[in-house]
Every structure is written in structure tokens, then in C-alpha cells.
């Protein structure tokens, strides 16, 4: 179907690191258009999240293609599966010749920063988390509570049952946005709909994000925005077993994180229908925003001690359509339009 993403964002993130069981020394200089090697250090999550991490691994490929680098051989990255393995990982890139270390996410926050104070030389970049008084790095928030109300508004106007639902990975400031805007988009379609939130204290565990969909949908449910890194896997499972068994017009939703995961929801249904069961997206430009600070590094404008923040307004957050309804992208539009003009300010905890 034709899909309309409200913008493309540019986005500045970066933080890179060495994982301890992914690569190992950087030994070779890139021999590209660049003296610059870059390298991301991940969180417990996976590099192939079909969200957040992926979005980032896929910028820097991006930019690596654009100056003659590859995986190896100018940028790399580096994931880790624990928390014990976060400064081994940041020792790893600095150590093998990585001149720019993006750190995607906050759970990376404190890690980062005792990298940078202790490598003053080594630029960093921190997504979704601040690191004040160090001029060799610089944070990048995203307003994620105006794309989750806009996904809320579109919750609120498909939903039948005027009952949804949000599940997130690990409570925090940074998933309180998501929550906290979808909820108030929710509410300002329908004062009086039922908002069921559960935290999986997991980004990893498919396994309980599934039970927990499976609860949410027997009460009652009918769409479900998830914020859950892979145990959002868990929802998208629950959503295809459950439509498989319904006729088309009976479906549950899914509503997006990170990227535009509309390609996760196709389904046959009961009655022989091909459709797919994502509503809408919200879509944090992560992978703009790791080339964007690879960039501006590379033209010696690296923005240390900076904090940057990305929204609507610029293209930092946006809303992918999907399978929304006319009816339903009209108030996300209008919504949208009053966010960025002011008139509208949403909550972010």
C-alpha cells in the first residue's frame, strides 16, 4: 500500500564501541575517502533488533558506503551481552584505531561516560541519554512522547473496544515518554479509553513480551503499541497467531517502534485474506542521526559538549501510516499540525 512518513530525519547520535565477542582490533586503517572509523557499541540487545540497534547499524553502513568503508575496515560494531561486557566493549574500540564511538542507548550511559573521561582523545556520541561537562561527546535525545501521541490518536480512533495497550522493556525517563504520550493522544480521542500499560523488565525476552500480549488481547485490547526493543518480537507473534484464527474485519493491531515495521505483520486470516496487522509506526531516525554526527565529524565539526534534541518539528520523530485509516491519519495530521505549532504540548512524564 502507499505509505506516507511525516519526514525524514536527520538526527545526530554516536557513541561506538567494541564488543568483546565481535571483531576484535581494528588493525587495518580504512583505506576509503576518510581518515574517520567509526564504530557502534550496543547494549544487551541485539544488532539485528528489527528496531532501534538495527536502525543504527544500517546509518553507519549507510555512511560507510558513501566514503569506501565497510564492516572490518573503517567502521564495525560491537554488542554486548551483558552489562559487565559495556567497558571492555568502549576499551576494545578505542584501543583498536575507533576515532568516533557512538553509544546507542541509555543503558550504555554511565559506561560512556567513564570512557570519555578516560579517553579524552576519542570522540563519543550518546543516543537517548545526556552527558553533561565533556567536550569529547555529544548527546542526542528524541522527543519519542510527540510520535507516541500521534500513534495514540490513531489508536484511540481504530480501536473498537476503546481499550489498548502498551508494553515496554525496561521502566526508565526514556520509555516513560512513550508511554506517557501515547497515553495522552489516546485520551484526547477518548477521555474515557482503557490504557493497559505492563513493563517486561527485559529488552531480550520475546517470550514474556508475547504472554503479555496474550493477556492484554483476552481483556480486552484490540491494538497495542510496544516500546520493547526484541521482546516486542513476542507481541508480533502473538498478534499473527491470534489474526490467523479471525476473519480480517475481526483483526488486533499492532502499532510500531523505532522503525517502520509494517513488513512484520503480514498474515493470512480465517477467511483466506492476505493483510497485515500493523496500524502505524513510530519511527525514530536513529540511523540519520548516526550518519549525520559521522558527517559532521568528519568535516571537523564534531558537536562536542552539544545536546542535541530531535522531534516532529525537524524531522527527528515521525509517524509511518501503514494500514491507518482515512479517518484515522486525518486526526494524526491535525494533531501533528497543532504539536508543532505549540498548540499542543505533550508530556513527556
Not at 558506503?65 to 567497558?87: H, R
Not at 508494553?167 to 474515557?192: M, N, Q
Amino acid at each position: 500500500m502507499n505509505k506516507r512518513i511525516f519526514a525524514l530525519a536527520t538526527v545526530a547520535l554516536a557513541s561506538v564501541i567494541v564488543l568483546a565477542g565481535c571483531g576484535g582490533r581494528n588493525t587495518e586503517r580504512s583505506q576509503g575517502k576518510t581518515d574517520l572509523n567509526a564504530a557502534l557499541v550496543l547494549g544487551n540487545d541485539g544488532v539485528d533488533d528489527r528496531s532501534f540497534n538495527q536502525s543504527a547499524w544500517e546509518g553507519l553502513q549507510a555512511w560507510g558506503k558513501d566514503n569506501g568503508l565497510s564492516k572490518g575496515k573503517g567502521i564495525n560494531y560491537f554488542q554486548s551481552n551483558s552489562p559487565a561486557e559495556f567497558t571492555s566493549n568502549f576499551n576494545s574500540a578505542v584501543s583498536g584505531g575507533y576515532d568516533l564511538v557512538f553509544s546507542i542507548g541509555f543503558v550504555l550511559q554511565e559506561a560512556t561516560s567513564q570512557a570519555a573521561q578516560n579517553n579524552p582523545d576519542t570522540k563519543f556520541a550518546v543516543i537517548d541519554s545526556v552527558i553533561e561537562g565533556k567536550d569529547n561527546v555529544v548527546s542526542a535525545t528524541f522527543a519519542d512522547q510527540q510520535s507516541a501521541y500521534l500513534a495514540g490518536v490513531a489508536a484511540a480512533k481504530t480501536s473498537k473496544t476503546n481499550h489498548v495497550g502498551f508494553i515496554g522493556g525496561i521502566k526508565s525517563d526514556v520509555l516513560a515518554a512513550f508511554e506517557t504520550g501515547f497515553t495522552a493522544g489516546a485520551k484526547s480521542v477518548s477521555p474515557d479509553i482503557k490504557v493497559d500499560v505492563q513493563y517486561a523488565q527485559s529488552f531480550t525476552d520475546a517470550g514474556k513480551g508475547k504472554t503479555m500480549a496474550s493477556a492484554m488481547y483476552a481483556s480486552g485490547a484490540d491494538v497495542i503499541y510496544q516500546a520493547a526493543g526484541s521482546v516486542g518480537t513476542g507481541l508480533f507473534t502473538e498478534a499473527k497467531n491470534l489474526n490467523e484464527t479471525r476473519k480480517e474485519e475481526d483483526k488486533v493491531w499492532v502499532i510500531g517502534v523505532d522503525q517502520d515495521q509494517e513488513y512484520l505483520g503480514g498474515y493470512t486470516s480465517k477467511d483466506g485474506k492476505k493483510s497485515n496487522f500493523v496500524l502505524v509506526s513510530t519511527v525514530k531516525e536513529v540511523g540519520n542521526a548516526v550518519k549525520d554526527i559521522a558527517n559532521r565529524t568528519e568535516k571537523g565539526k564534531f558537536p562536542g559538549g552539544e545536546k542535541l534534541k530531535y522531534d516532529l518539528s525537524n524531522g527527528g520523530v515521525t509517524l509511518a501510516r501503514d494500514n491507518a485509516s482515512d479517518e484515522a491519519w486525518k486526526a494524526v495530521e491535525a494533531a501533528k499540525a497543532d504539536i508543532v505549532s505549540g498548540k499542543i504540548e505533550v508530556p513527556a512524564k
